[in-house]
């Protein structure tokens, strides 16, 4: 029996273990403390989830630390809670009291309401703190079981940022120098700032950086408000709140990160973009852009992550079917024209080319880009930057790379006239060029080409095809529900098509894997309008898109949103994830 008001013993817990059927006596022998960590104690659910013990309810997996856990707090009569670092407010639990007594009885406090904290525990039976801190602190302590290394591991994370942000405001009280904001308040006889160097402020960046890695962000968000600053990461296309942090501070880590990023620090009044070179936790290399813009609050931050990973990715990892792999390796070979990519911004138009030039860019080939900013560094292609500050743009880029002997050409994006006839030129005298524009479907890029002024000749002549795309979260893998019923969004999403209903559908349910959202990482749908001779015939001044749009679905075209109701029927995603990032069948 597992003992009240003691600590967990490993002998009783593998015993309680054997009597409810999780583990047979034979594997109960098997669970024995390492023998070289002497004065360390280790927690007995962590003893027994390292030993890799069989689970007898499903013999297919192993008892792991986390499935102890859940089966200890049912034990002990107490709610099992997962810590998910990205729901916590880590400033309000960490003053609810001192790490110093977080520490000695191994509790954390994980939410503060107006007359409760919830603190996590994994001594359900050692509670003799909780009393005392009902008493000290006047309020109602409400007690949950999670895993004990979260608990040790976000015990050190979260007090040790409470601590470095703590410490920078004791050290500089004062705001700011200088107009940061619209709506400054300015104190006359106080000076001095933060400095973006102190170890406080290091800290803190280094533990934003390393936790966006580790959460799967692609992008962070620093954003200014009149009295706070709020940190935001954009993990499969959907924003979580991450931190708050006092103003002071954040001008300091704004500063961290322009200074890292080789930015001009004095600056607050113009835009700036730059680049940062890191690693992630588990030592790959991997590239941050940097974009500042000044608000009325202060200067924004946005950093998109690039992680190297993406270049080796396969073509049927980004969502690619057999057979639209097949239409854009046969864009993509052509000896000279104009293949263009088009969607929104995260859409992942930059891994499709990326992906692209990567395997393009053989010894025998000469493949140049010219981007803006560069976003991922590649040893085997040429990559040059737009500068506006000293002239050069993407056209007198392209007109550049046009003397430097290339044979591919990807130019970043076409934004103006000038850009779009140099990326003419290039596809008339024998070069492929690759590009971006944005538009909301393949047929739209040929009338945003005719809007900016480019000859409908010019057109018919150098354009292979366009291909527009999205990305689209995949239902978990480890807690999706295949069910037999079609939801009544099905036939809403393939509309005016008809398709038959598949046999069964996806359903999100959540699990710890996918932070209980039901989904887990993202896949590309894929719309390729290949130009066919019948194609190029409409191609003439005030060319409606409909009209083009039409004549591609007869000439094979699969629209965007019947190439996500494909991937419904295979299980990867839902109607209404679908419904929610693509564009009607219809185009209307």
Known sequence: MLATNRKLELSAVLQELVADKLLSAKDAEKAQPPS?????????????????????????????????????????????????????????????????????FRILPVAVAANEITVATAEPFEREWQAELERALRLRIHAVVAN?????????????????????????????????NYEQLVKLGKTGSIDANDQAIVTIVDWLLQYAFEQRASDIHIEPRRDICLVRFRIDGIMHLVYQTPMPVMAAITNRIKLLARMDVTEKRRPQDGRIKTQSPAGEEIELRLSCMPTAFGEKLVLRIFNPDVLLRSFNELGFTDDELRQWQELSHRPHGIVLVTGPTGSGKTTTLYSTLRELATPEVNVCTVEDPIEMVYPHLNQMQVQHNIGLDFASGIRTLLRQDPDIVMVGEIRDLETAEMAIQAALTGHLVFSTLHTNDSASAITRMLDLGVPAYLIRATVLGVMAQRLARTVCPHCKKMEETVPQVWNDLIRPWKAPAPAKTATPVGCLECRMTGYLGRVGIYEMLVMTPALRELVVEGLDSAKLRDAAVKEGMRPLRIAGACKVAEGLTTPEEIARNTPPADGR
């Open 148 to 180: 004990p290394l979260d608990i040790v591991r976000y015990l050190a994370e979260f007090y040790n940022l409470a601590r470095s942000v703590r410490h920078a405001l004791d050290t500089h009280r004062s705001l700011p120098t200088g107009i940061t």
């Open 36 to 104: 070289n960590r002497k004065g360390q104690e280790i927690h007995p659910l962590v003893v027994i989830g390292n030993a890799r013990l069989v689970d007898q309810r499903n013999p297919q997996k192993f008892l792991s630390t986390e499935a102890l856990t859940e089966w200890l707090a049912g034990k002990a009569g107490l709610p099992y809670f997962h810590i998910d670092p990205l729901k916590i407010d880590v400033a309000s639990v960490c003053d609810a009291f001192s790490y110093a007594y977080a520490t000695r």
